[in-house]
């Protein structure tokens, strides 16, 4: 069964830095990998899509890497805003009989600070 | 507005009653699918449809759980004899025919069972 794990759980950062936001994930057969960002008490929205053969997607200040053999995946944000702040979720579709659905990690909340 | 659309946003009801959320999809997704999600957990799959067919089940969907989409356009889903722990968002989503596509999901629907 899949498991995604995202670390840290929340992360509250000064306006302007850097940061990066990881997902692990325990099976490596994936199809691909999907970013979403989430405000409070709203739906999802997509960020950022990996194809199992991609190793990263750029979007704006947004770069996501994919290492399918280590079932690691990074999210860069650059010069964060306090727009910025959400919380962020990585899931997976699995290569296999289940490829209909995506696993979901629990999110890692962040706050950024003007 | 194309994206995806959920009808009510907020649902309070009492626990035993029926309740039924819809979603409509953006016109050309053949794919539909509803989450589940808790406060501070992602999302988790419920059910799935391809067109009309409605592909999977989650083990989460109990008996109690219904959904269609009727000629393959909007989908429904209801809820019979509501108990507390069905308090949730719940998310509809949709994608193209490709496994490859972006999921779009909807602003969800909050319910509260009281």
């Known amino acids: 069964k899949q498991e995604v794990t995202q670390i840290p759980a929340a992360l509250s950062v000064p306006e302007g830095e850097n940061l990066v936001l990881n997902c692990s994930f325990t099976d490596s057969a994936i199809y691909n990998l999907q970013w979403f960002r989430q405000d409070p008490g709203k739906g999802l929205t997509s960020l950022l899509l990996?194809?199992?053969?991609?190793r990263e997607q750029t979007s704006g200040r947004l770069n996501a890497s994919l290492d399918k053999s280590s079932g690691r995946s990074t999210l860069y944000i650059a010069a964060s805003q306090p727009g910025d702040s959400a919380t962020y979720l990585c899931a997976v579709r699995d290569s296999g009989g289940s490829n209909y659905k995506l696993t979901f990690g629990k999110g890692t909340l962040l706050t950024v600070n003007p | 507005d194309t994206g995806v659309s959920q009808d009510p946003r907020h649902k309070i009801t009492k626990r035993g009653q029926n309740v039924t959320f819809r979603c409509d999809p953006i016109s050309e997704h053949n794919r539909l699918y509803w989450y589940r999600q808790t406060l501070g957990q992602g999302p988790e799959f419920l059910t799935y449809?391809?067109?009309?067919?409605?592909?999977?089940k989650s083990r989460l969907l109990s008996d109690r759980f219904s959904a269609e989409r009727p000629k393959g356009s909007f989908s429904t889903l209801e809820i019979q004899r509501t108990e507390q722990g069905d308090s949730a968002m719940y998310l509809c989503a949709s994608s193209p025919q490709s496994l490859g596509e972006k999921l779009f999901f909807g602003s969800g629907t909050q319910l509260s069972v009281l």
């Open positions: 449809f391809q067109n009309e067919a409605q592909l999977e």
């Open positions: 990996i194809q199992s053969s991609q």
